[in-house]
Every structure is written in structure tokens, then in C-alpha cells.
């Protein structure tokens, strides 16, 4: 486990108030527990919006305190600034979305510069940094800025990424190359270092395991599935970048088992996502092995869910006979 510095456990233990319920609660609700720990973060409760779908807060602020939120994992910062791909990027299909956005974000000087500045006028608790790089220097690049960034309590490493010097191949799809990955970022930070998987591959739980033992304090999964769609009138596929990620309640079942495989190879935290879009949702996800549950899509189709799963949260806990949530972590053996 990762050896947090003086400051930062200062820092959050500042930040985080231990908290059973909003504070509109009735009393019956006050005694059930919802805080969960993540590598010495308390969390007042498990439910993170998702890296991408949530981008820095500012909009979501405007609908309602998102301080009520257990955590934010920020939208994914490269080095440098970049544009995407080209339009159109995003695609309905049933159940889900595919999306093609390419990683779109100013890059990590200004994203530590401004946005996290302004991110923390509206969000008083420790964030999640997620960081993308196309080559182990890239990643390298991005953890020592978020290293430096009191703000940052937890470092989430997205490795779905192609690696340009070995033939675009994603660095998530080979353990030896999550592991390089892992080693690299572990040796320029402090702070925890979750490794988000790809579900692109054909053993999960071998990948997280490589990670583990690379050193990696806890593991982020699932990321989006590779889907396609075409426009049959027009012969041509919906996006521009023909491909795109899965997203969307259709791929809960997937990112569950997935969640279950990878609890059942390591001893270290998961944070689950994927098609994750109720409290039960949260709770299926905590039995399957996570400690903190990522909330993706969802977001943009109802910009209040993450609100509306905390708050139902209590009354789900009651009525399953749920005292304290860290009771459900992994029950399903």
C-alpha cells in the first residue's frame, strides 16, 4: 500500500466529515453507515462519477451541491492539449452509447493550472486524477503533475490507450506492458495508483494481478466495451472514427463479472463501473468485490443521478438489513 505524506493525510482528513445521510435525513436513516475506504481516503459513500462523463463538476454544481458525492474522478488529462477525433463522436444505440471523443482535454499544465482550481471552489473533498499517455513517458508526465497537487487524493491510470512504440497496441491488453506502466507511474508519486483496466481482452483478472504486483494500490474497471454502429440509409458507419467505446446499462453484467473475476485474483481495492445506473446497481457491484462504485453514462442521461443514488442509498441498506455498506464488500465468495 501506498505511504501517504503528512500533508495529505492532513488534507484529508480536513476534507472528509464522516456522514451517515444528507442532511435532510430523517433520524431512521442516520444509522445507516455508507462511508467506505479507499487506500486511507474516507469516502461518505461509495458513488464517484465516472472520468469523461462528469468533466470538471462546473455544470453539474449548477444542479446541485455535488459536495454529497463520495469522490470525482475528473475527465483524462494527456500531456498536452488535444482536440479529439473528428465529428461525429457519439452514437445512440439501444440501452447504451457509443462514444469516440479521443481523449479531448486542454492537457496537464492547464488542467492544473485552472481547472483544478476552479474545480475546488465547488468541490471541497479529495478528487480522482485520470491520466492517459500514449507512450510510459506520457504517463510519467501526468503523475508527477498530479503528484504535486494537494487536491488530488488518488491517481487513476487509464491503460486502454494504444501504444505508439509497440505497434498501437493498448497498453491494458498485455500484463507485462500494464506492469511497465504501473512500475513507471508508482515510481514518481506518493499517492494511491489505481490502474483502469479494458474489458477488451481475454483474462481480466491476469492483468489486474500484473498490476498488483507491480505495486498498483487498487484497480478502476470496467472501461468501454469496443462497439460499432452503421447508418444503413447512408452506408456508412454512425461514427467518424468507425469504432467507438460501449457504454450504457446494457454492459452492467459484463463489467459485474468482471468486477467478481478481478476481486477474486488480488487483494487490493476496486472502484466498478460500467452500465452502472440505480442503487442497486451500487450494491450488486459492491457484492461482487468493489469498495467504490464509478457512475458513467448515466450522467448525461440524467444529469441528477449520481444525487438520486445516495440518497436512495439508506433506504436500499435498511431495507436489505444492511447496517454498514462495508458489510457487502465481496460477500459473494
Do not use: W
Not at 181 to 208: Q, R
Not at 219 to 244: E, F, Q
Not at 252 to 279: E, H, K, N, T, W
Request: hydrophobic fraction near 40%; charged fraction near 20%; charge should be negative.
Amino acid at each position: 500500500m501506498v505511504n501517504l505524506s503528512a500533508m495529505e493525510k492532513e488534507s484529508q482528513t480536513m476534507s472528509f466529515q464522516p456522514s451517515y445521510a444528507n442532511q435532510n435525513s430523517s433520524p431512521d436513516k442516520r444509522i445507516f453507515d455508507t462511508r467506505v475506504n479507499l487506500c486511507g481516503l474516507t469516502l461518505d459513500n461509495p458513488v464517484i462519477p465516472a472520468s469523461g462523463t462528469f468533466g470538471y463538476g462546473q455544470e453539474f454544481a449548477k444542479l446541485y451541491d455535488i459536495n454529497i458525492l463520495g469522490s470525482i474522478s475528473f475527465k483524462g488529462t494527456t500531456p498536452n492539449e488535444r482536440f479529439g477525433n473528428p465529428l461525429p463522436r457519439i452514437a445512440e444505440c439501444p440501452q447504451g452509447m457509443l462514444n469516440s471523443v479521443g481523449l479531448q482535454n486542454p492537457g496537464v499544465e492547464v488542467v492544473t493550472a485552472r481547472e483544478l482550481p476552479e474545480l475546488a471552489k465547488i468541490y471541497s473533498k479529495p478528487v480522482i486524477a485520470n491520466i492517459s499517455g500514449f507512450s510510459i513517458e506520457d504517463y510519467v508526465t501526468c503523475a508527477k503533475a498530479m503528484d504535486k497537487e494537494n487536491q488530488v487524493g488518488i491517481i487513476e491510470v487509464n491503460i486502454s490507450c494504444p501504444n505508439v512504440h509497440n505497434g498501437g497496441m493498448a497498453f491494458g491488453t498485455s500484463a507485462r506492458e500494464a506492469a511497465e506502466v504501473t512500475e513507471a507511474v508508482m515510481s514518481v508519486t506518493s499517492k494511491p495508483v489505481f490502474m483502469k483496466l479494458s474489458p477488451n481482452v481475454t483474462d481480466v483478472a491476469g492483468i489486474a494481478k500484473a498490476c498488483e504486483d507491480a505495486g498498483a494500490a487498487g484497480i478502476s474497471l470496467i472501461n468501454t466495451l469496443l462497439g460499432m454502429r452503421i447508418d444503413i440509409n447512408r452506408r456508412k458507419p454512425v461514427l467518424a472514427n468507425k469504432m467507438g467505446g460501449f457504454s450504457g446499462p446494457a454492459i452492467f453484467p459484463v463489467a459485474l463479472r468482471m468486477v467478481y473475476q478481478v476481486s477474486q485474483a488480488v487483494d487490493i481495492p476496486i472502484i466498478g463501473m460500467g452500465g452502472v445506473s440505480s442503487a442497486d446497481d451500487v450494491i450488486e457491484m459492491m457484492m461482487a468485490g468493489a469498495t467504490a462504485v464509478q457512475i458513467g453514462a448515466a450522467n448525461l442521461v440524467n444529469p441528477y443521478i449520481c444525487k438520486e443514488i445516495i440518497e436512495e442509498l439508506p433506504e436500499k441498506m435498511k431495507a436489505l438489513g444492511i447496517q454498514n455498506i462495508n458489510e457487502i464488500i465481496g460477500v459473494i465468495e
